[in-house]
């Protein structure tokens, strides 16, 4: 079966701003031309990145922004989920309602691959001590129920 016929591995590498999601991305993908900077923010849009090896693709790596309001979006899908069965379709919803919602638009980047499917690499920082921004996104994570790897 070609590659095109079956649906590769994905994951989206989410997490902080500037914590070095890009980095890892461009490290697993072997890919120098992915944008890397120090300022926050520099990546907006989620961007595909294949892992290839033999000129065989094995895997696509999803590079995301940064979550921006993890909290309200923790807050905003606790008070429109009746139980844990539905948590991934809330999650959902709330990237289909807030699509064109600016405030949101980071979270809805780095949702929108993980609700169509793709597995989830959260990046930390070790050296940052552990808070409650870093709470609100593992609980949105696991909320969609896709497995993760931090």
């Not at 031309?33 to 895997?59: C, F, N, Q, W």
């Not at 429109?80 to 991934?88: E, F």
């Not at 001590?129 to 790897?149: C, D, F, K, Q, V």
Request: charge should be negative; proline fraction near 7%; aromatic fraction near 6%.
């Amino acid at each position: 079966m070609n590659e095109t016929a079956q649906q590769l591995p994905r994951f989206a590498v989410v997490g902080h701003p500037n914590k070095g999601k890009s980095s890892v991305v461009a490290t697993l993908a072997q890919n120098d031309s992915i944008a890397i900077a120090m300022e926050p923010g520099t990546t907006r849009d989620s961007h595909r990145y294949p892992m290839k090896v033999d000129d065989t693709t094995l895997y696509e790596l999803i590079d995301t922004p940064g979550f921006q309001r993890p909290r309200k979006v923790l807050a905003w899908l606790q008070g429109h989920s009746l139980s844990a069965s539905d948590r991934p379709e809330t999650v959902a919803a709330f990237v289909t309602q807030h699509a064109d919602d600016p405030r949101y638009h980071d979270e809805c980047e780095l949702l929108r691959p993980i609700v169509d499917g793709a597995g989830i690499i959260y990046v930390v920082d070790g050296s940052v001590p552990y808070n409650r921004e870093h709470e609100a996104e593992m609980n949105i994570l696991r909320w969609t129920g896709r497995p993760s790897l931090a």
